[in-house]
């Protein structure tokens, strides 16, 4: 019983969660010895309830912002937009499954090509306008043709046509089956604007249909948003106003989260985060995501193009001392695929076994590959994730034992994505989620993708992406998918060390539900109508 | 007076030219940075096609000088033009964080400038006496530790540990002004602490200098009292330089307070400057550096006029 004292004691001191307390006592094996005593306190603040000003520091803000769902790019304009304004067809709830939102229920044709979308009778817009299917087939265009510049357009590429049948049914014709399709429509740029006359949308305005209402617009500043009265969605949107703060500066973040200026933020200061742990009346957790970092070796460019170069390398990095040293272990190793925890068909470790430092299999690939030692240049800016230039560091460290001399180069964060990723042969990147394997296979690992980063092209995978698809039958997509990752993790072009955990603070007024969604940060970008003040 | 005129018309004159020269640099030097706004904008989701629709949406596709001219035409109307960003108009844009900018600036200047007059000034008056050394290290510490620094040891004391004064000083236009100053106060106090060495020091030197000459000496001699001698004789004559100081730290107090700006999320023209530049939106880089560029020369016309009407020497020149 000393390990389950010692337990409630960390949950006493905030030092764990209290998920993470009932699942470490399940573990001793003493859930019923747990006094209710404990969790009475937690178990109070769980009753969410209506009122209150909650203010949040936000990033990824811009004076550059636009209300336009075609340009929403970083994490402020995503949580004002998608988790505030508006809302979308089908939402990810926060257990990670497709819920209805907008639309109340789907079916496709077998072949997954067409698919009919049911909306949800009597939404209203803040503006009082009631949803119909015009204002979906408007907000799908909106990303759609020639002239648009939404960063959505690949995510609708495949959409060859959207129709309104009567009010309240949308169909939409895709060039080829997707049986993910009902997934892609919950991004966040696929919001639902009102339509104009015209068949644009009225983005200008901020109105939507969501728990909040725009207020006031300050790019780059503040946002000021309150709650929705006629919000269509029960038992959420708790806060009586939201004002969403942008605040760049880790370091004034948690100053203002410490003197009870803002409520809760995201992106903790890494360096820090142990000494923040230590903060009364503040309540730091993280949930681990499909965000990770990856370092794309170009496959089509010598020494890359030879796989046992890639493998040699993927030996050569120690992942665990990355998750340490790096995100002071708020995440997970990665097994040099991108397809994570929030995903559904992720292989387990009996079925693709975890890739571990082994300086002595590096060797033997370089010899394969006809080579004594190796020297490559590595390119990278903290622009990529937070800590790249040390993880590059660390990695050239860890590949000396393999023969392997990485030379890294430090690039200026300043024009990284523009003159350094997709351009040099050896950089570092990141993903952020992709609710889907299709999504994140098919935007960054097929063959002439955009971002393909790696310019990987393998045939088989190539193959199997088209056929998994269109694939309805769960059983045979999971087959499918397993041996994609397999495919990736043995013949690919990105190095993936690690998963990085969303990482978040709040003060310990702020009511958090039991569960909370792991496709972006911030409970999927939701809080602001998930959460509640206590 | 009529000579007065005539240097501050010259001085005009010449202003208006220097505004132009910096913005043809500016945007010479926009241009040479790497990548352009419709690449920074979409950063990482960018695509080859979505980057051409955004540069023809924009003009960004014509060439520089034709873009410039165009600039150049419409600010000779009085007009900023818009955003490339987000379409917004630039003088909307900027109005509000132009004034959020002076009014710090200003906010810092009345409690630096007093201050570090009336410390040098004393300073000079009890020259190397225990309290001229105190005041000289205590600035000079100040100066010396980057302004982030500062501004983080205040905010540890002043908000976190004492809980006086907000970390946050997220004001907006109605924001009323007692609580404009009440949030604006540790920004202002940093600013403070990092111009007031400089100032202070001038004003002391300056006094020192002229105490060696021979006219002060007569008023010693004909027995007033040091306090009479530095404000009635050492003075007047010693406002020149520090005239120049205190201009000179008037126009860093509005163009260089970015990382001040940062720590305690302020909403001033050096943040949207930062951020315009970084996504390589030139207009607004452009207007910014006009209303800067336009500060320093205004500011050091009121530095140069009023050095000559404190010295007849100079309003009389042979």
Same mark, same amino acid.
């Given at each position: 019983?000393?390990?389950?004292?010692?337990?409630?004691?960390?949950?006493?001191?905030?030092?764990?969660?209290?998920?993470? /307390?009932?699942?470490?006592?399940?573990?001793?094996?003493?859930? #019923? #010895?747990?006094?209710?005593?404990?969790?009475?306190?937690e178990a109070m603040a769980a009753a969410p309830k209506k009122g209150g000003q909650y203010l949040q520091g936000l990033?990824?803000?811009?004076?550059?912002?636009?209300?336009?769902?075609?340009?929403?790019?970083?994490?402020?304009?995503? &949580?004002?937009? /998608?988790?505030?304004?508006?809302?979308?067809?089908?939402?990810?709830?926060?257990?990670?499954?497709?819920?209805?939102?907008?639309?109340?229920?789907?079916?496709?044709?077998?072949?997954?090509?067409? *698919?009919r979308f049911k909306l949800r009778k009597g939404v209203e817009f803040h503006n009082g306008k009631t949803l119909d299917a015009n204002d979906v087939v408007a907000s799908f265009n909106h990303h759609r043709g020639e002239e648009t510049k939404s960063a959505a357009k690949g995510i609708v590429g495949p959409v060859t046509d959207v129709k309104a049948?009567?009010?309240?049914?949308?169909?939409?014709?895709?060039?080829?089956?997707?049986?993910?399709?009902?997934?892609?429509?919950?991004?966040? %740029?696929?919001v639902i604007c009102p339509a104009n006359s015209d068949g644009t949308i009225d983005w200008q305005s901020g109105v939507g249909t969501g728990g909040y209402v725009l207020e006031d617009f300050d790019p780059g500043i503040n946002t000021k948003v309150k709650r929705n009265p006629n919000y269509w969605k029960e038992g959420r949107a708790f806060f009586d106003s939201v004002q969403n703060l942008f605040i760049a500066d880790a370091g004034a973040r948690t100053n203002a989260l410490r003197t009870g200026d803002i409520h809760s933020m995201a992106n903790l200061d890494l360096k820090t985060v142990h000494l923040l742990k230590r903060q009364e009346g503040i309540h730091v957790f993280s949930t681990n995501g499909n965000k990770h970092v990856t370092m794309p070796m170009?496959?089509?460019?010598?020494?890359?193009?030879?796989?046992?170069?890639?493998?040699?390398?993927?030996?050569?990095?120690?992942?665990?001392?990355?998750?340490?040293?790096?995100?002071?272990?708020?995440?997970?190793?990665?097994?040099?695929?991108?397809?994570?925890?929030a995903n559904i068909y992720r292989a387990t470790p009996e079925e693709l076994p975890q890739r571990e430092f082994?300086?002595?299999?590096?060797?033997? %690939?370089?010899?394969? #590959?006809?080579?004594?030692?190796?020297?490559?240049?590595?390119?990278?800016?903290?622009?990529? +994730?937070?800590?790249?230039?040390?993880?590059?560091?660390?990695? #050239?460290?860890?590949?000396?034992?393999?023969?392997?001399?990485?030379?890294?180069?430090?690039?200026? &964060?300043?024009?990284?994505?523009? &003159?350094?990723?997709?351009?040099?042969?050896?950089?570092?990147?990141?993903?952020?989620?992709?609710?889907?394997?299709?999504w994140v296979f098919s935007q960054i690992y097929s063959k002439g993708a955009d971002w393909n980063e790696s310019h990987w092209d393998n045939t088989r995978f190539n193959e199997l992406l088209v056929q998994a698809r269109g694939e309805l039958d769960s059983n045979k997509r999971r087959d499918m998918y397993v041996e994609m990752q397999r495919l990736v993790n043995e013949d690919g072009g990105s190095i993936i060390p690690v998963f990085m955990a969303y990482t978040h603070a709040a003060t310990k007024d702020v009511g958090l539900p039991e569960q909370m969604a792991n496709n972006w940060e911030l409970d999927g970008h939701k809080n602001a109508e998930r959460w509640w003040f206590a | 007076m009529f000579k007065l005129l005539k240097i501050v018309l010259q001085r005009l004159g010449l202003g208006v030219l220097v505004l132009f020269i910096i913005s043809v640099i500016i945007a010479g030097a926009v241009e040479l940075l790497p990548g352009d706004l419709c690449q920074e904008l979409q950063g990482q989701s960018a695509t080859k096609e979505?980057?051409?629709? !955004?540069?023809?949406?924009?003009?960004?596709?014509?060439?520089?000088? %034709?873009?410039?001219?165009? *600039?150049?035409?419409?600010?000779?109307?009085?007009?900023?033009?818009?955003?490339?960003?987000?379409?917004?108009?630039?003088?909307?844009?900027?109005?509000?964080?132009?004034?959020?900018?002076? +009014?710090?600036a200003i906010y810092a200047a009345i409690i630096s400038v007093p201050l570090a007059v009336a410390l040098g000034i004393l300073a000079a008056l009890h020259r190397n006496s225990i309290y001229d050394r105190?005041?000289?290290?205590?600035?000079?510490?100040?100066?010396?530790?980057?302004? +982030?620094?500062?501004?983080?040891?205040?905010?540890?004391?002043?908000?976190?540990?004492?809980? *006086?004064?907000?970390?946050?000083s997220n004001i907006t236009p109605d924001t009323p002004l007692t609580e404009k100053m009440y949030k604006a106060f540790l920004p202002a106090l940093t600013l403070t602490l990092v111009v007031v060495a400089h100032m202070m020091r001038m004003t002391r030197a300056s006094i020192i200098n002229l105490l060696a000459s021979p006219y002060i000496e007569m008023a010693n001699l004909k027995g007033m009292t040091?306090? %009479?001698?530095?404000?009635?004789?050492?003075?007047?004559?010693?406002?020149?330089?520090?005239?120049?100081?205190?201009?000179?730290?008037?126009?860093?107090?509005?163009?260089?307070?970015?990382?001040?700006?940062?720590? /305690?999320?302020?909403?001033?023209?050096?943040?949207?400057?930062?951020?315009?530049?970084?996504?390589?939106?030139?207009?607004?880089?452009?207007? !910014? !550096?006009?209303? +800067?560029?336009?500060?320093?020369?205004?500011?050091?016309?009121?530095?140069?006029?009023?050095?000559?009407?404190? &010295?007849?020497?100079?309003?009389?020149?042979?």
């Amino acid at each position: 019983m000393r390990k389950l004292e010692d337990l409630q004691r960390q949950l006493s001191e905030g030092r764990i969660t209290r998920r993470e /307390f009932l699942s470490r006592a399940a573990a001793l094996g003493v859930t #019923a #010895a747990v006094p209710a005593l404990i969790l009475q306190e937690e178990a109070m603040a769980a009753a969410p309830k209506k009122g209150g000003q909650y203010l949040q520091g936000l990033t990824g803000g811009a004076t550059s912002d636009v209300l336009d769902p075609a340009q929403t790019l970083d994490s402020y304009m995503i &949580n004002v937009s /998608f988790g505030q304004l508006r809302n979308n067809l089908t939402e990810i709830s926060p257990s990670g499954e497709l819920a209805p939102e907008l639309a109340e229920s789907w079916e496709a044709t077998p072949d997954a090509a067409t *698919w009919r979308f049911k909306l949800r009778k009597g939404v209203e817009f803040h503006n009082g306008k009631t949803l119909d299917a015009n204002d979906v087939v408007a907000s799908f265009n909106h990303h759609r043709g020639e002239e648009t510049k939404s960063a959505a357009k690949g995510i609708v590429g495949p959409v060859t046509d959207v129709k309104a049948e009567g009010s309240d049914i949308v169909v939409f014709t895709l060039d080829g089956g997707n049986a993910d399709f009902p997934f892609l429509v919950s991004d966040y %740029h696929l919001v639902i604007c009102p339509a104009n006359s015209d068949g644009t949308i009225d983005w200008q305005s901020g109105v939507g249909t969501g728990g909040y209402v725009l207020e006031d617009f300050d790019p780059g500043i503040n946002t000021k948003v309150k709650r929705n009265p006629n919000y269509w969605k029960e038992g959420r949107a708790f806060f009586d106003s939201v004002q969403n703060l942008f605040i760049a500066d880790a370091g004034a973040r948690t100053n203002a989260l410490r003197t009870g200026d803002i409520h809760s933020m995201a992106n903790l200061d890494l360096k820090t985060v142990h000494l923040l742990k230590r903060q009364e009346g503040i309540h730091v957790f993280s949930t681990n995501g499909n965000k990770h970092v990856t370092m794309p070796m170009l496959t089509d460019v010598a020494p890359f193009d030879n796989n046992d170069v890639r493998l040699a390398l993927k030996y050569a990095v120690n992942r665990q001392e990355i998750l340490d040293k790096i995100v002071k272990g708020l995440g997970e190793v990665g097994n040099d695929s991108p397809v994570g925890p929030a995903n559904i068909y992720r292989a387990t470790p009996e079925e693709l076994p975890q890739r571990e430092f082994d300086p002595e299999k590096a060797k033997s %690939h370089l010899k394969k #590959a006809g080579m004594s030692d190796l020297k490559v240049d590595f390119h990278v800016a903290d622009s990529a +994730f937070e800590g790249a230039v040390d993880a590059a560091q660390l990695f #050239a460290e860890s590949a000396k034992a393999a023969g392997i001399s990485i030379n890294v180069v430090r690039e200026p &964060n300043d024009g990284y994505w523009s &003159n350094v990723w997709l351009k040099k042969p050896w950089v570092a990147s990141y993903w952020g989620g992709r609710p889907t394997e299709d999504w994140v296979f098919s935007q960054i690992y097929s063959k002439g993708a955009d971002w393909n980063e790696s310019h990987w092209d393998n045939t088989r995978f190539n193959e199997l992406l088209v056929q998994a698809r269109g694939e309805l039958d769960s059983n045979k997509r999971r087959d499918m998918y397993v041996e994609m990752q397999r495919l990736v993790n043995e013949d690919g072009g990105s190095i993936i060390p690690v998963f990085m955990a969303y990482t978040h603070a709040a003060t310990k007024d702020v009511g958090l539900p039991e569960q909370m969604a792991n496709n972006w940060e911030l409970d999927g970008h939701k809080n602001a109508e998930r959460w509640w003040f206590a | 007076m009529f000579k007065l005129l005539k240097i501050v018309l010259q001085r005009l004159g010449l202003g208006v030219l220097v505004l132009f020269i910096i913005s043809v640099i500016i945007a010479g030097a926009v241009e040479l940075l790497p990548g352009d706004l419709c690449q920074e904008l979409q950063g990482q989701s960018a695509t080859k096609e979505t980057v051409a629709a !955004c540069r023809k949406e924009l003009g960004l596709d014509k060439p520089v000088y %034709h873009r410039y001219f165009v *600039w150049l035409g419409n600010m000779l109307k009085g007009d900023f033009g818009v955003s490339l960003a987000n379409g917004r108009q630039i003088s909307e844009l900027i109005g509000d964080r132009t004034a959020n900018t002076f +009014f710090l600036a200003i906010y810092a200047a009345i409690i630096s400038v007093p201050l570090a007059v009336a410390l040098g000034i004393l300073a000079a008056l009890h020259r190397n006496s225990i309290y001229d050394r105190v005041v000289n290290i205590v600035t000079l510490s100040s100066i010396s530790f980057p302004e +982030f620094f500062v501004a983080y040891i205040l905010i540890i004391f002043f908000s976190v540990n004492l809980g *006086w004064f907000p970390s946050l000083s997220n004001i907006t236009p109605d924001t009323p002004l007692t609580e404009k100053m009440y949030k604006a106060f540790l920004p202002a106090l940093t600013l403070t602490l990092v111009v007031v060495a400089h100032m202070m020091r001038m004003t002391r030197a300056s006094i020192i200098n002229l105490l060696a000459s021979p006219y002060i000496e007569m008023a010693n001699l004909k027995g007033m009292t040091r306090r %009479h001698i530095i404000t009635k004789h050492a003075l007047p004559n010693a406002w020149a330089p520090i005239v120049n100081v205190i201009v000179i730290n008037l126009a860093y107090l509005i163009v260089g307070v970015v990382v001040v700006e940062v720590v /305690f999320v302020y909403p001033g023209l050096g943040q949207l400057i930062v951020d315009s530049v970084a996504k390589r939106d030139i207009p607004v880089v452009q207007a !910014c !550096c006009v209303i +800067f560029a336009a500060t320093y020369i205004i500011l050091n016309l009121t530095a140069d006029i009023l050095s000559i009407i404190t &010295n007849p020497r100079l309003l009389h020149p042979r």
